[in-house]
């Protein structure tokens, strides 16, 4: 009798949590970059050359004083971006399931077929800008597909140690994205990868050694620890209500069921 009990008490809490993930899923979640025609090659090239030299042109204690006032505000709480490509298995429910106590997330869902690096750029500063002028992010969490030594951001575009080092558009990314990262954190900033285990083998340290290198002077860590690992679920409870990733993870994959079914 208790064993009955029990199991109709776990199929009540997971149905609530079921609920509650349905009850914040938004059917037209805005997904960056879905509507987007390519730019054309020469424009970025452009792009590329015309950022570059302004970036050199800046001053890094005046952008670090600038950052430092805006976040001098009383309550102020750093930024923590959450980039989520839609390649993931039920991505677009990934924002209903974030920490609801914490507002310094920010999530951001993107097209994975159609967005540009440009794209997501762009929706990273407006964001920022969004939730406090002049943050910039001191912890931040790629949801994306890949595997041991490569993540898949966008379509055709696998990050590896040595496509990092060579194709312009990839450094281009890893080197604006490095700016939007905070000078005044007095730690590392963070970069945490999820959605598969890049340190599957020994070029998934290298990917992260070459990126570290693309952020500098800027510096950031990266981390991709095992999700059942005690630093894998410090890194869930970072961004998530831990009950409902759970549930959504063990959803993932699920044909037959999906959260519309369990109401």
């Known amino acids: 009798v208790f064993r009955g009990y029990a199991e109709r008490k776990r199929r ?27 730019a054309q ?11 570059d030299e302004a970036f050199e042109d800046l001053d890094w204690d ?13 309550g102020f709480v750093p930024p923590k971006v959450m980039l989520i490509s839609s390649k993931v298995p039920k991505a677009e429910y990934i924002p209903t399931i974030i920490r609801r106590d914490d507002p310094s997330i920010i999530p951001i869902l993107y ?9 997501i750029l762009e929706e990273i500063e407006r964001k920022l800008n969004v939730y406090h002028k002049g943050a910039k992010i001191w912890k931040m969490l790629i ?6 030594g490569h993540l898949y951001l966008l379509k055709n575009k696998v990050a590896t140690f040595a496509k990092v080092e060579k194709e312009e558009d990839m450094i281009h990314f890893w080197k ?6 905070s000078k005044v954190n007095p730690e590392p900033n963070v970069i945490h990868i999820m959605g598969c285990y890049i340190l599957g083998n020994p070029n998934g340290e290298k990917l992260f050694q070459n990126l570290r290198t693309l952020m500098t002077p800027y510096r950031v860590t990266f981390e991709s620890p095992l999700e059942l690992s005690a630093q894998g679920k410090q890194m869930i409870e970072t961004y998530f209500d831990f009950r409902l990733y759970r549930l959504w993870k063990s959803r993932q994959h699920s044909k037959l069921l ?3 079914d369990v109401l």
């Open 62 to 74: 005046t952008e670090k004083g600038l950052e430092a006032v805006a976040c001098d505000t009383e």
């Open 258 to 260: 999906d959260f519309d």
């Open 111 to 119: 097209d994975h077929e159609h967005a540009t690096f440009e794209d």
């Open 143 to 148: 949801f994306c597909q890949g595997g041991p």
């Open 176 to 181: 604006r994205l490095s700016r939007l990262m």
């Open 41 to 51: 090659s020469s424009d970025l090239q452009s792009s590329h050359c015309t950022l």
């Open 12 to 38: 009540k809490r997971e149905n609530d949590s079921a609920s509650v993930i349905q009850r914040n899923f938004r059917k037209h979640l805005r997904m960056v970059g879905s509507r987007r025609v390519k």
